[in-house]
């Protein structure tokens, strides 16, 4: 992903594992792919979503990005950039280990896992790749391929390219999944405490100020208790905002989306 650092609350939920705005890898050398045809790894299929990597939306440098419903019938052209050896065996958004030798990259709103047909508009060429993480984060940028799709396509040396991507979704298991992905409410979390006692302090100062549907859940961490502090909940993503700006303003800080 161009992908932001586990410290961003709402991508960490979503699985991420590098640091926003990462710019194009440097040149380096390579042998270009031959032929114009489509080249890949696996048989591209719908997939369920994954459990991590698919939050409503998240943000990322300030700016939200909302995960899309279904990838069926998307296409896009912009401009496409590659990540190595320096994320080679990390973790991506969806859990899975990042292998820069397969044929995968990153999109910031198409649901994970999503089959795409990426195509260097400058030469022609195509490669398929399973999208498994998130980003880029750099304007402009459209997708994040790994370095054997970038090869394909006959782009590592460049950095970049100008692409279009289209979905090989067809609708079967995206559909299926989808519902999950658009939630009929949003909830706020205030924080997060080792101590029932402290989440209720926090709980109470937001009743207090007049925020409703404030609630202590008790969930388990690493086999200790660990009590949440959420509100909500709020219909649409501007009552959300809105609900967040009331939090903050009673003195919860690190508000976030509830997932």
Not at 89 to 105: F, I, K, L, P, V
Not at 189 to 197: K, L, Y
Request: proline share 8%.
């Amino acid at each position: 992903m161009r992908a932001a650092g586990c410290a961003l609350a709402l991508l960490a939920l979503a699985g991420c594992a590098r640091e926003p705005l990462r710019p194009a890898p440097p040149p380096a050398p390579v042998t270009p792919a031959t032929g114009t045809g489509v080249t890949g790894e696996g048989v591209p299929r719908d997939e369920p979503r994954a459990k991590y990597g698919n939050p409503p939306f998240y943000e990322v440098g300030g700016q939200r990005y909302v995960v899309l419903p279904t990838a069926v019938g998307y296409v896009e052209q912009g401009v496409a950039s590659w990540y190595g050896p320096d994320f080679h065996g990390g973790r991506t958004s969806t859990g899975e280990t990042y292998d820069m030798h397969a044929m995968t990259g990153a999109h910031p709103t198409l649901p994970l896992p999503t089959w795409v047909r990426v195509t260097n508009l400058e030469n022609g060429k195509s490669v398929v790749v399973r999208l498994n993480d998130r980003g880029p984060f750099a304007r402009g940028r459209i997708i994040d391929l790994s370095r054997s799709a970038a090869e394909a396509l006959d782009m590592v040396r460049a950095g970049t390219a100008r692409v279009e991507v289209q979905s090989l979704a067809t609708g079967e298991a995206a559909t299926v999944a989808a519902p999950a992905a658009v939630p009929a409410a949003y909830y706020a979390q205030a924080g997060a405490f080792g101590s029932r006692e402290n989440a209720e302090a926090l709980a109470g100062r937001l009743r207090a100020a007049g925020i409703e549907g404030v609630i202590v859940t008790e969930a388990a961490a690493n086999g200790s208790p660990l009590f949440r502090v959420r509100a909500g909940p709020a219909a649409t993503l501007p009552d959300f905002d809105r609900l967040v700006e009331r939090m903050r303003a009673a003195g919860a800080d690190a508000v976030r989306l509830a997932l």
